[in-house]
């Protein structure tokens, strides 16, 4: 081999050694948007001062939970973003509270009750509780909040709100 060969082919795998890592890092984190639109004026006056912060005029409480119920299956504002995910090896997860109230992305074994009694209207009579995976790993986030969950184990995962348990993620890891 000539030696411009040489130094074409040992320059090729300096750039491919100097790129590709930053390739292989690039989508390392897949990112599910919390969400809401809860109307601060309204949201505060019935649960109290705090419950709902940092928005713009939205829902107002009425409107609300006047959805929550097994024929609308709770309000559509009040969700997570993308609702089905897949990860492939080595990427993880960052949620992002973009609403205006607190949430959690609680991983259950399956979908179910949460723990707002009035709230858990939006599913149908008899369904069972949602039972978390780990109680110590509830994942509450207050508005405004980012949380960086971390890679999961191979197998299908299954994350509801334990406050508004119509919003509910199926992530799968390769």
Request: proline residues 8%; aromatic residues 6%.
């Amino acid at each position: 081999m000539g030696s411009r060969r040489i130094g074409v082919l040992t320059l090729s795998l300096l750039v491919l050694g100097i790129v590709l890592p930053g390739a292989a890092s690039a989508g390392a984190v897949r990112n599910v948007q919390i969400m809401d639109r809860c109307d601060p004026a309204s949201f505060n006056a019935l649960f109290g001062a705090g419950v709902c912060v940092d928005r713009a005029a939205g829902v107002p409480v009425t409107t609300f939970l006047a959805r929550v119920n097994p024929k609308d299956g709770g309000h559509s504002a009040w969700r997570f973003a993308p609702g089905q995910l897949s990860l492939r090896p080595g990427q993880s997860l960052r949620l992002n509270n973009r609403g205006g109230e607190t949430h959690s992305f609680t991983e259950v074994v399956d979908f179910g009750l949460g723990v707002v009694p009035g709230l858990d209207a939006s599913l149908p009579p008899g369904t069972p509780p949602a039972v978390p995976v780990d109680e110590d790993a509830l994942n509450f986030l207050d508005a405004g909040v980012t949380m960086d969950l971390g890679a999961l184990p191979s197998g299908t995962h299954r994350f509801e709100c334990l406050i508004h348990p119509w919003m509910r993620a199926t992530v799968r890891q390769s």
